[in-house]
């Protein structure tokens, strides 16, 4: 079946720092989603990405959607102590099906 | 504009006993999401709706569960005979079909229940 391997599995940063993140599957995707979420609550969509090669910024974060549209990568400039949490990429094959392919999550921790 | 809201957040039970969920999509969203998620991991993909009707399930949505959407709006989300396993968080998402309510393939997620079974 369809597998998005994420990595890092987590990262502990300095309060500033640029953070990256990437998702990485072995099937085509038409769609990536990164989601943030805090603990005991629901994923918080962050960028969306709907075209190989689209490279869309909200704000400190920047996404790209991958030639092969088999990857996508997530960027945080400038990290600040709100941060914190869990973010998730997510897939999607075709608009026919409803199933979001999760990746692992990728944990951030930020030092002030 | 509400986002999608879930009821109760949180849920304790005993193991055998039913419970249901409420999730209320995001309105003028006709494609409603159930999700599963455990500690540590990705949620996983359990079922959908598009308006009233049910297009999809996993084959993680054992013969114990039952989603239901009667009039196109809210749905419900019933697990018969719990067990310890089926203790998680159950997410809900909804997404447009229509232009107007954005894109189809862009889901939004409710804030969860957590379900603890004893």
């Known amino acids: 079946g369809q597998q998005l391997n994420q990595s890092p599995q987590s990262m502990f940063i300095q309060e500033g720092e640029d953070v990256s993140m990437n998702c990485t599957s072995s099937?085509?995707?038409?769609?990536w989603l990164w989601y943030k979420q805090d603990p005991g609550e629901g994923p918080v969509l962050l960028i969306a990405?709907?075209?190989?090669?689209e490279l869309t910024s909200n704000g400190r974060l920047t996404a790209q959607f991958g030639i092969t549209r088999k990857d996508s990568f997530l960027n945080i400039s400038a990290s600040i102590p709100s941060d914190v949490g869990i973010y998730f990429c997510?897939?999607?094959?075709?608009?026919?099906?409803?199933?979001?392919?999760f990746g692992q999550g990728t944990t951030l921790q930020v030092k002030p | 504009d509400t986002g999608v809201s879930q009821d109760p957040r949180h849920k304790i039970t005993k193991r055998g006993q039913n419970v249901t969920f409420r999730c209320d999509p995001i309105?003028?969203?006709?494609?409603l999401y159930w999700y599963r998620q455990t500690l540590g991991q990705g949620p996983e993909f359990l079922t959908y709706?598009?308006?009233?009707?049910?297009?999809?399930k996993s084959r993680l949505l054992s013969d114990r569960f039952s989603a239901e959407r009667p009039k196109g709006s809210f749905s419900t989300l019933e697990i018969q005979r719990t067990e310890q396993g089926d203790s998680a968080m159950y997410l809900c998402?909804?997404?447009?079909?229509?232009?107007?309510?954005?894109?189809?393939?862009?889901?939004?997620f409710g804030p969860g229940t957590r379900l603890t079974v004893l």
């Open positions: 990405l709907y075209k190989a090669g």
């Open positions: 309105s003028e969203h006709n494609r």
């Open positions: 997510a897939g999607l094959g075709s608009s026919n099906t409803g199933k979001l392919i």
């Open positions: 099937s085509i995707f038409n769609t």
């Open positions: 709706f598009q308006n009233e009707a049910q297009l999809e």
């Open positions: 998402a909804s997404s447009s079909t229509y232009r107007r309510g954005g894109r189809t393939d862009t889901q939004y």
